[in-house]
């Protein structure tokens, strides 16, 4: 099983606050992704990284934004949350060809 | 634009009966082809996988079948069970870049 971890699993907030999705990889991933999901459908590809120092915005365009400071972490941060930002948010990791994704965050923004 | 199209969008099995789930692609240029399951609440998880150089992976109940000249792959679920209720998504990648993912089929196994 993956060692990729998101905090938190779950957060409601308020219009214009602002938050950070937390994720974590113990594997010494060097690639790292976010991706948004609306409950049971496609992933959209909203950030990438290819390792430290390295972000790259992905097809959807999202008002976030990532950093990679250390390999093993990827947070993602909006600045001033929107109802629209409501929406599930699953972080992934890779090696070679498979990705390993993580539990995701359920974020409902009021 | 999809560039990985899923069908069908849900569908419903008896428990013993046989899945399948069906993808199409139009780069040729895509060399990897996974199947990832997804359990409400959960991230996905990679099930299966192939390249596109074999016709067919098998893996315990699950088999992809792969169609290069049509560009399409299909995922198999053999004697199905209800613990295999789910959401499925295909996907495919030019090595290690820009995984693009289908819509996603919903399945359901009645007991």
């Known amino acids: 099983e993956a060692d990729i971890y998101q905090t938190p699993r779950y957060l409601v907030i308020g219009t214009g606050k602002k938050i950070t999705l937390e994720c974590s990889q113990t594997?010494?991933?060097?690639?790292m992704y976010w991706y948004q999901q609306d409950p049971g459908m496609e992933l959209h590809l909203i950030h990438y990284s290819y390792g430290v120092n390295s972000t790259e915005k992905g097809d959807l365009s999202s008002e976030s934004t990532v950093s990679r400071i250390r390999t093993e972490h990827f947070p993602l941060t909006l600045e001033s949350a929107r109802p629209s930002h409501t929406s599930q948010y699953l972080c992934?990791?890779?090696?070679?060809?498979?990705?390993?994704f993580g539990p995701g965050t359920r974020l409902t923004v009021t | 634009q999809q560039q990985v199209k899923q069908s069908p969008q849900s569908l419903i099995v008896q428990k013993g009966g046989i899945s399948i789930i069906n993808c199409a692609y139009e780069?040729?240029?895509?060399?990897?082809f996974p199947w990832y399951q997804q359990f409400p609440g959960k991230g996905p998880a990679l099930l299966i996988a192939i390249r596109p150089d074999v016709s067919e992976k098998k893996e315990g109940r699950f088999t992809i079948s792969f169609n290069k000249s049509a560009k399409q792959f299909s995922l198999h679920i053999m004697d199905s069970q209800p613990g295999d209720s789910a959401t499925y998504f295909c996907a495919a990648s030019i090595w290690t870049n820009d995984m693009r993912f289908g819509a996603g089929t919903r399945l359901t196994v009645k007991p």
């Open positions: 992934a990791s890779s090696w070679g060809y498979e990705q390993y």
């Open positions: 594997m010494g991933h060097d690639k």
């Open positions: 780069n040729t240029a895509f060399d990897y």
